[in-house]
């Protein structure tokens, strides 16, 4: 297959790449197998995040990506190569260009690691984007209007919240708090109430059956298993959704301070926009039930989940691969 331009997603939970006219063609974990007697890269994606919790001494499952930041370089460059190599075949002719999405709040040192990453992967060049700019891309709003609009992307490792207008990022803030603190917080909350330990993808699949940001009147209830901390002997437990909605208060606080930081620094003329049209709610944590109640329920203002929330980001960067030459004088950097 010839493809020459790339689009990823470089997520903290998951990474998604995006093929102009083709659309989303992986969607798979930020996971990665590693052997650590001789350090070599067994499994990614997929195949790897079968084997979190349930591996040998000798390999580890992990994500080198950690909110929102490389945490092991050489990790994520064999996890890029990984999705380049699947999407454009080993043996390939050309060298894709490549475009990456990045936290609004990362350091220029990170954003470098990030592009030497992806040329060593494999890429002829490689550009980075902050990734609000391309939740609210992919969302369908016309950035290059004289007028705010706000995106709350709220991904497995960050929250990026971002005022927009005019093309360029007017006010952001960035908060390390996602679908992975969520998970954490309902994994320990499970432990301290019931004595309970839950692995990570069980804390998550608790989050996407019964999560939800605002306390229901009907209940939802689940059946939970894991391992008794007194007896060590598998144990199940019922948990209802309130009890899931406690457990999520410290961080869903965390994000909406965010938001409220966002607002705050906002000029009065894109504030009323904003008041007028509401927020747009992107990225995997808009999956989690009502939270888009919740906010405009604490800030006031509307707030929407964009269609297909979870691929805003991905399908971003296939609209700014398909206008490279506009973007490039606004946006865009390979720096």
Known sequence: MLVKKIGIDLGTANTLVFIPGKGVVVNEPSVVAVDINDNKVLAVGD????????????????????????????????????????????????????????PAGVTSTEKRAVVDAAMRAGAKIAYVIKEPMLAIIGAGVPIHEAQGNMIINIGGGTSEIAVVSLGGIVASNSARVGGNRFDQAISDYIKRKYSLAIGEQTAEEVKKTIGSALAQVKEEKMDVCGRDLMGGLPKTVEVTSNEITEALQDELREVINAIKKVLQGTPPELAADIMDKGTILSGGGALLKNLDQLITKTIGVPCYIAEDPLQCVAKGTGQVLDNLDIYKRTILTNK
Do not use: H, Q
Not at 56 to 75: E, H, Q, S, T
Not at 81 to 91: L, P, Q, T
């Open 47 to 102: 195949e790897a995040k079968e084997m979190i919790g349930r591996t040998p001494d000798n390999i580890v499952a992990y994500r080198p990506l950690k909110d929102g930041a490389i945490a092991d370089y050489r990790v994520t460059e064999a996890m890029l190569k990984y999705f380049i190599d699947k999407v454009s075949g080993r043996m390939r002719f050309i060298r894709p260009e490549v475009m990456i999405s990045i």
